[in-house]
């Protein structure tokens, strides 16, 4: 299935490569579109072997993309689930370890948290708790529950967001509490001790770490972005707000769910839960609003991840995404312009909605997940699946 959406500059062409439905309570992929479960997210592993999903039922499944993926061939492959990691909680948030490699079986780690539970490291290819990592409330000693994770660049420690809180774990000491811990502002919004220049108030939903100058951004469904040296170890660099922006009144969005710096640590690119596009902020420069997205159609509660992925042809950074469509949308460079930013293609490849893109690290090649809550009277309307696509133009 991939009809073009059409409208804009020109037709986005993605060729199929393999594809897989949400797996049945046996393990095995049930037929697209028969199942109240739905794939939330799918992401690549560091190393680009395998393919990472988070799921409606709860459950964390790691699919090994076989080597001869690219070969030509009638039909796309069939993708079944290598190991599943169950939960009987929602994910809260995934993290793959950045020193991922497949290889080497020790390295392939996953890193969740649910409710009610310590944040869990485990063997993304047998499922096995490797460590866990307690994050308390010192005065209800009751589980803190992050709703964003993210390991440093080197691996030895990670970042978990909650209300108000940063926590820096090492990787390398299990049932140990964090090593540092930074209270980016007051939890009550009647609170009023604090800076508004430097208080991040509202529960952490997303965390990017500057790789040029170790910057920890992190924000919150209240709509602030905060900004913090030494990874989040070290003093609030300022805070600000989405609120009121221009825009604000065009794309609209009620929290952040993703946060992406530029590899060259200039811009801030942010997403958010029912909003139209993403925004981007030139953090070095102006520090102001630079430019945004339109057109996304991500009008939903649900979370729906934006793919910030490097042009080998332009040599600049472009922006993929879906929407509740099922129509995946490319921004060539957002960054160049200044204001709203139409896509530069776009063309469905699903019925429904349309959660996730990520890129290939280093071949052009997008995992996408699709799938939403489904009633009796719908099932024929949408598709819950994950698929691999070629992408052969995308000019």
């Known amino acids: 299935m991939s009809d073009n959406a059409s409208g804009h500059d020109g037709e986005l062409h993605l060729k199929p490569l393999a594809h897989g439905g949400v797996p049945d ?33 709860n459950h964390i499944r790691t699919f090994i993309v076989p080597p001869n993926l690219l070969e030509e061939r009638e039909q796309p492959l069939k993708l079944e689930p290598y190991c599943t990691i169950p939960s009987f909680e929602p994910v ?11 290889q080497d079986h020790s390295t392939a780690l996953i890193l969740s948290t649910a409710s009610e539970h310590p944040i869990r490291l485990s063997s993304a290819l047998t499922a096995q708790l490797v460590g866990s990592y307690p994050l308390i409330s010192p005065t209800t000693e009751a589980y803190i529950k992050p709703q964003a994770l993210l390991f440093t660049p080197g691996g030895n420690q990670f970042i978990a967001g909650s209300e108000a809180l940063l926590s820096t774990f090492d990787i390398s000491r299990p049932g140990d509490q964090p090593v540092s811990s930074l209270k980016t502002g007051p939890k009550s919004g009647r ?9 991040l108030r509202g529960l952490i939903s997303a965390l990017a770490i500057d790789p040029q100058y170790n910057v920890l951004s992190a924000g919150t469904l209240s709509r602030q972005v905060g900004l913090y040296d030494a990874a989040g170890q070290g003093e609030c660099v300022g805070v600000f707000s989405l609120q009121g922006t221009e825009a604000d009144f065009m794309i609209s969005g009620s929290g952040v769910t993703q946060i992406c710096w530029s590899r060259c640590g200039r811009y801030l690119y942010i997403s958010e839960r ?18 945004w997205t339109t057109d996304r159609q991500a009008v939903t509660n649900q979370r729906m991840k934006v793919e910030l992925a490097m042009n080998t042809e332009t040599g ?31 063309t469905r490849i699903h019925k429904g909605h349309l959660n996730s893109a990520s890129k290939h690290p280093t071949a052009d090649v997008l995992v996408t997940a699709a799938g939403q809550r489904q009633f009796m009277d719908s099932c024929a309307n949408s598709d819950s699946s994950v698929q691999l696509w070629q992408i052969s133009d995308a000019s």
């Open 25 to 57: 309570n046996t393990g095995h992929s049930s037929k697209p579109g028969h199942d109240s479960n739905y794939y939330k997210s799918a992401e690549w592993s560091p190393d680009g072997t395998c393919v990472i999903t988070n799921s409606a039922d």
């Open 92 to 102: 809260n948030a995934l993290a793959c370890y950045p020193n991922f490699d497949l």
């Open 191 to 199: 609170a009023s001790w604090s800076n508004p220049a430097t208080s």
């Open 274 to 291: 029912k909003s139209n596009g993403s925004m981007i902020y030139d953090i070095r420069k102006t520090g102001q609003l630079l430019s």
């Open 316 to 346: 600049y950074e472009d922006i993929w995404a879906g929407g509740t469509d099922g129509i995946m949308r490319l921004w060539q460079a957002p960054h160049l312009s200044e204001g709203p930013v139409s896509p530069t293609s776009q």
